[in-house]
């Protein structure tokens, strides 16, 4: 699986938008983007995935470059709530069982009121 | 929504003893999984299942078993607990599946530590 940097943390205002980041720079073409978030003792939650093209759902936006080689996740109107580590993976979209998706350290990004 | 549930949260065993983790999720998913949470370590896969009593071991293996005797039930076995395998265990499913097979949804975590 591809390995993925994204920055250790990261402020932002409450109802902001967040941008957070990520490079995936070896991705392969059959490897989706993940995103996972991670609030303090809890386990980690679905966010969004996609493949090229841009998505969003009810949660946030995931930009993916044309070369597909980083993206970004929006939070459009962060909340304190939104506190949390943010985990950017990528994956195989087909799942089986060698979908076994490796996280990294992730971004932990502070909403500050 | 899709919910996995595992039995105990807080746990507090002695070095030596056997330890049981169970998780159940209710999605009628085939890819089970058990991973273990440490500061600065991140998420590392213990084992994962893709079928009822089918199992692969995963990156950290050693010291634990894993036993799934029914689709819905994966349970993670400390054969003989030790102080190094305190941490956050996190149990997840995936339908494996068609579009979106391959998202994993995960429990709330239990928090063992062995003392």
């Known amino acids: 699986d591809a390995k993925t940097t994204q920055p250790p943390s990261m402020d932002c205002a409450e109802g902001r938008a967040a941008n957070l980041p990520c490079n995936h720079s070896?991705?392969?073409?059959?490897?989706?983007v993940y995103w996972y978030r991670q609030i303090h003792s809890q386990g980690p939650q679905y966010i969004i995935h996609?493949?090229?093209n841009n998505e969003t759902n009810e949660m946030a936006s995931l930009i993916i470059t044309e070369d597909r080689k980083s993206s970004t996740l929006i939070l459009p109107h962060a909340t304190l709530r939104d506190t949390a580590v943010y985990y950017c993976i990528v994956g195989r979209y087909y799942g089986g069982a060698t979908n076994k998706l490796i996280f990294g350290t992730g971004t932990l990004l502070a909403v500050q009121p | 929504d899709v919910k996995v549930t595992q039995s105990s949260r807080y746990l507090v065993k002695r070095t030596g003893e056997k330890v049981f983790l169970e998780c159940v999720q209710d999605m009628d998913h085939e890819n089970m999984f058990w991973y273990r949470q440490d500061p600065g370590l991140g998420l590392r896969l213990i084992y994962f299942s893709y079928d009822v009593k089918m199992k692969e071991k995963g990156d950290i293996p050693e010291g634990y078993s894993v036993s799934r005797e029914k689709k819905e039930r994966f349970s993670l076995i400390l054969e003989s607990a030790s102080t190094n395998q305190t941490s956050m265990y996190l149990c997840?499913?995936?339908?494996?599946?068609?579009?979106?097979?391959?998202?994993?949804?995960f429990g709330e975590g239990s928090w063992l530590t062995v003392v």
């Open positions: 997840a499913s995936s339908s494996g599946q068609g579009i979106g097979g391959g998202t994993i949804y």
């Open positions: 996609g493949l090229k």
């Open positions: 070896t991705i392969s073409g059959n490897e989706y």
